[in-house]
């Protein structure tokens, strides 16, 4: 199965928590309907990101980077690469990248948490006319930590650091929004009960290199 392929199948069969991202969930399967290279850069002037939402353990502290080009702190997360076999494969790399953490201690949950579509000034592909403004259409996964472990600075990052889920630098609504889903995430599989997300409670995070269905 291709990238593009995972990407449509994993957010087709996605079950959105609420009406907004039922609309954004299905805007972005016509995105990718519409264009055979949706998931990747190239795609102007939108494109499908995959960002990692990573908590320890107990679901009490983030992990955030302050953006290099933004200025602002943020989740973990990026542009798909043509190697990567997966959407949440996508985001278990760039978590793995801006994190500095091993992949062997970090674990993702294969169906995403939040759909967050946004304009990127800064994100300027080839192709891209005068005057446009790139929308990436970011699809955020929920990665658990099985330690909070120092985290290291990547080249993009500016800083790298755990946050207090209740005291974040930066509560920008659709972040806190990211953070709780993530949270009611973790706790779904924690107790072994199923929600409305199409996650299935209590089953085993997936690392790095088992694929994602």
Known sequence: MSLHADARA?????????ADQERLRRRYVAHLDARADGVLRRSVPDHLTASAVVLDASGDHVL??????????????????????TL????????????????DRLRIDPSPVQLSPHPVPFCRP?????????????????VVADARVDP???????????????????????????????????????????????SSGGSTLLAADQPSR
Do not use: M
Not at 10 to 18: I, K, N, S, T, V
């Open 64 to 85: 955030l980077t302050l953006h290099a080009k933004a200025g602002l702190w943020f989740q973990l997360g990026g542009h798909c690469e043509e190697s990567d076999a």
């Open 126 to 142: 080839a192709g891209l006319d005068e005057g446009q403004v790139v929308h990436h259409l970011d699809v955020r996964y929920l």
């Open 88 to 103: 949440a494969g996508a985001a278990y790399r760039e978590a793995v990248e801006e994190s500095g953490i091993a992949a």
């Open 152 to 198: 290291a600075v990547s080249e993009e990052s500016l800083d790298v650091r755990w946050w207090p889920v209740d005291a974040l630098p930066e509560p920008e609504p659709e972040l806190v929004a990211a953070v709780a889903l993530a949270r009611a995430r973790l706790d779904q599989r924690s107790s072994g009960s199923s929600g409305s997300s199409g």
């Open 10 to 18: 994993a957010l087709a069969g996605w079950r959105a928590p609420d």
